[in-house]
């Protein structure tokens, strides 16, 4: 069974960009690559989601090359508060599991 | 303004001791998911209703049932809780097909077990 690959951690300074890629090979052709972003002792929070190219809202970007094999998060000019741990989720389309990345954890300091 | 909220966050149950969680949506969605996750690993989907459909995933062990009376509530029963199922257990609804809309997490409840 495929994989959904990230990062384990990640350390960042506030101000700085930050982008975590995710690796999923395997993912299924109507599914949807979608970012969760989550606090200790709270459940995740979505922050975006994207099919292809890419999608951009009010706090972080997507960006998705056309082989749909790998997805980067980016989060602009990152705070203090952005210190969580961040999922990237897709479907897989050997059996159809939905499956999370094992979580990248940023720390952002000051 | 709480959309996915469960109930309770703190459970502690005795080993062996049938265990009810609960979580009641306000979105209306019609896809409901229970997920386990340990300390410092990833939410692991243990199966989700479509509507009143119910889809189990391959590996969630026969302790774990659930049921959906209505739309709005959702309930985890774990039949004899073992040490091993400690975790945070998190409900998600999402408005259709899992693989392609956002899911909306309640915050969990944390299991312990005696």
């Known amino acids: 069974l495929a994989k959904t690959t990230q990062p384990v951690s990640m350390d960042s300074y506030e101000g700085q960009e930050v982008n975590i890629t995710c690796s999923h090979n395997?993912?299924?052709?109507?599914?949807?690559i979608t970012w969760y972003q989550q606090f200790p002792s709270q459940g995740p929070r979505f922050i975006i989601q994207g099919y292809k190219t890419k999608v951009t809202n009010e706090v972080a970007s997507l960006f998705i090359p056309a082989d749909r094999k790998s997805s980067t998060l980016s989060l602009p000019r990152v705070s203090l508060s952005d210190t969580a741990v961040y999922y990237c989720l897709v479907g897989e389309n050997q059996g159809g599991k939905l499956i999370f990345g094992q979580g990248t954890e940023l720390s952002v300091k000051p | 303004d709480a959309m996915v909220i469960q109930n309770p966050r703190y459970q502690v149950t005795q080993f062996g001791k049938p265990v009810t969680l609960s979580c009641s949506q306000t979105l209306n969605h019609n896809v409901m998911y229970w997920y386990q996750q340990k300390s410092s690993q990833a939410p692991k989907l243990l199966f989700h209703?479509?509507?009143?459909?119910?889809?189990n995933e391959a590996d969630t062990p026969d302790n774990f049932q659930s049921r959906r009376p209505n739309t709005s509530f959702c309930f985890l029963d774990i039949r004899s809780p073992g040490l091993g199922d400690a975790a945070m257990y998190l409900c998600a609804t999402s408005r259709g097909d899992r693989g392609i809309q956002p899911q909306h997490f309640g915050d969990g409840t944390r299991l312990s077990i005696l």
């Open positions: 209703y479509y509507d009143k459909d119910f889809n």
């Open positions: 395997n993912i299924a052709t109507n599914d949807y």
